[in-house]
């Protein structure tokens, strides 16, 4: 199926595709994590990544 590139919740969109081709998920939660991701420094911050989510979340809709 591959990544589609360029999104901002690229993510998002792998995970909604491959469910959509009849793939299966579960919940995994390691007791340590394998990979970090960025969060807001401050709360000035995170005003910002909630645009970028949504913006992201409207590209993979249209």
């Given at each position: 199926?591959?990544?589609?590139?360029?999104?901002?919740?690229?993510?998002?969109?792998?995970g909604?595709?491959?469910?959509?081709?009849?793939?299966?998920?579960?919940?995994?939660?390691?007791?340590?994590?394998?990979?970090?991701?960025?969060?807001?420094?401050?709360?000035?911050?995170?005003?910002?990544?909630?645009?970028?989510w949504?913006?992201?979340?409207?590209?993979?809709?249209?």
């Amino acid at each position: 199926i591959g990544f589609r590139y360029g999104l901002l919740v690229e993510d998002f969109y792998t995970g909604f595709r491959l469910k959509c081709e009849g793939w299966r998920s579960i919940f995994c939660n390691p007791e340590k994590a394998a990979f970090m991701g960025n969060a807001p420094l401050n709360l000035l911050d995170v005003p910002f990544q909630n645009k970028r989510w949504q913006i992201g979340l409207l590209e993979v809709a249209s």
